[in-house]
């Protein structure tokens, strides 16, 4: 299993980071091109991004992005784990990536949407604030008065139910009216197969009639 392991260490998380910049250097220059955005459009697509002969350092930058997300995602959830666990300085580790992520995101603002990048902030402040109660929680003083840090831990807590909120509504906004429209796209069809399995569909009937006319003008 140590074997396994190993082997799936270079496969996931260095294989797909290092894969996915691969294919997206080997393409810089073709970003915007039909058959490139085939291929590997959903690595970039959200990004802003041009073809680099065409575009400055932070644009070359965002159209990588995908490849920072991973590296982010991945050290938070699993990197982690192998860092003094449950410890106090993996909070702080912790804490300092997110810390970094949120400069990274308010500097660049890769997302091709502001709506995206406004929404990416929230989700990075969330749990930057997340590790920052886990972080109170490892420090707090035995035998310290409680209330302080209570107050602390519901401030910051409601902070977190806040920006979750802001997520929340931003995924409603976008989400539902692409929903109603998907509803009533399938409802007229549904409409247009019922009406079309009667006896007479009601154009049906009306071609049906021009062309009966003209056979009989014809005759």
């Known amino acids: 299993f140590q074997v396994y392991g190993a082997f799936m260490l270079l496969v996931y998380p260095i294989g797909v980071p290092l894969t996915i910049g691969y294919l997206l250097f080997t393409n810089r220059n073709q970003l915007e091109t039909t058959h490139t955005q085939n291929k590997i459009g959903a690595l970039y697509s959200d990004y802003e991004h041009k073809n680099w002969t065409e575009s400055d350092w932070r644009t070359k930058i965002c159209s990588m992005w995908e490849v920072w997300e991973i590296v982010r995602r991945l050290f938070l959830s699993a990197v982690l784990v192998f860092v003094l666990e449950g410890s106090p300085a993996q909070m702080v580790i912790a804490f300092l990536?997110?810390?970094?992520?949120?400069?990274?995101?308010?500097?660049?603002?890769?997302?091709?949407?502001?709506?995206?990048?406004?929404?990416?902030?929230?989700?990075?402040?969330?749990?930057?604030?997340?590790?920052?109660?886990?972080?109170?929680?490892?420090?707090?003083?035995?035998?310290?008065?409680?209330?302080?840090?209570?107050?602390?831990?519901?401030f910051v807590n409601g902070l977190i139910i806040i920006l979750n909120i802001i997520i929340l509504g931003f995924f409603?906004?976008?989400?539902?009216?692409?929903?109603?429209?998907?509803?009533?796209?399938?409802?007229?069809?549904?409409?247009?197969?019922?009406?079309?399995?009667?006896?007479?569909?009601?154009?049906?009937?009306?071609?049906?009639?021009?062309?009966?006319s003209n056979n009989f003008v014809n005759e």
């Open 97 to 154: 990536v997110c810390f970094f992520a949120i400069l990274a995101q308010v500097y660049f603002r890769p997302y091709s949407e502001d709506l995206v990048d406004v929404l990416q902030f929230c989700s990075l402040l969330a749990l930057f604030f997340t590790f920052v109660s886990a972080l109170i929680l490892r420090l707090q003083p035995p035998g310290q008065d409680e209330r302080l840090f209570g107050g602390i831990l519901i």
């Open 172 to 212: 409603l906004y976008k989400m539902v009216p692409s929903l109603i429209a998907f509803v009533r796209g399938k409802y007229n069809q549904v409409k247009t197969r019922f009406f079309a399995g009667g006896k007479i569909h009601p154009e049906t009937n009306l071609e049906l009639k021009k062309v009966v």
